[in-house]
């Protein structure tokens, strides 16, 4: 990112669902690395707090909830606005993957990706628009995944895919009907990154998800970090009033054996 870009988020505030571990906490890392302060949600609240303690109390506050609860967000970003007396940006990154071949999804899980990665997402908008209307340059950015587009990510992620395509379609609408708001609307589209995000898939299944990947061949895309997407977040959070980062995939780029 250039020093101007930096200069536009310095000072700034943005909130970032499912801040605490993964992608999430990149982003809010990197945002305060360029000067800026943020609010994180999530439901692990211990984590948060560990969050809050590596970033420092005058950079960060944390409000423990969940996405899927409209109620929960309204009063979580009102919060976090009056702690900080202003409100610039939110990045909607909280998600959840289960996988699972399609006749054996578990009804359960289904509902939980379902109400996290979309209609979070919808709940998060609709509680930060009032918030942001008047703010300078106000953005919102909808983390996507290149599953929606990409086979080749991995298999066995049919209803994670398919939220992360509507949160893109919704996204399209979002940024039409926000434009006489001056609010900025992106939709990101990262791609694989080692992280912990499937550190609580079932272990079976999640080799089944491997095992099939496998056959699609020999090779995956590597070479990418979740800082490589949290730079992505800050470059499109910076742009200038009046222009925004319409959609955004940054994919990793440098072939190697899949594990």
């Known amino acids: 990112m250039s020093v101007e870009a930096g200069s536009a988020i310095r000072g700034r505030v943005y909130i970032v669902t499912g801040g605490s571990r993964g992608f999430g906490l990149a982003m809010a890392k990197n945002l305060v690395g360029h000067g800026a302060r943020v609010g994180l949600i999530s439901r692990n609240e211990a984590a948060l707090a560990e969050v809050v303690r590596e970033l420092g109390d005058e950079n960060a506050f944390a409000v423990p909830g969940d996405v899927a609860s409209k109620d929960a967000l309204v009063s979580a970003f009102s919060a976090i606005k009056a702690h900080f007396g202003r409100l610039d940006g939110l990045v909607n990154n909280a998600g959840m993957a289960r996988p699972g071949r399609v006749e054996e999804l578990v009804e359960e899980e289904v509902l939980m990706q379902v109400n996290t990665n979309f209609l979070g997402t919808v709940f998060s908008c609709q509680a930060a628009i009032p918030l942001l209307r008047g703010a300078d340059n106000p953005r919102i950015i909808n983390i996507s995944s290149a599953s929606a587009w990409h086979y080749d990510e991995i298999v066995h992620l049919s209803i994670y895919a398919s939220t992360k395509a509507a949160v893109e379609r919704f996204t399209r609408d979002l940024r039409v009907e926000l434009q006489p708001d001056n609010i900025g609307v992106t939709c990101i589209r990262p791609g694989g990154a080692w992280t912990n995000f499937a550190d609580d898939w079932d272990p079976q299944r999640f080799q089944s998800a491997m095992d099939g990947w496998k056959t699609l061949g ?23 009033p009046g222009v925004a980062v319409d959609l955004l995939e940054v994919r990793p780029n440098q072939p190697m054996e899949k594990p």
Do not use: R
């Not at 020999?218 to 200038?240: F, I």
């Open 218 to 240: 020999k090779y995956m895309d590597a070479g990418m970090t979740a800082e490589h997407v949290a730079e992505a977040v800050s470059y499109a959070l910076a742009q200038p």
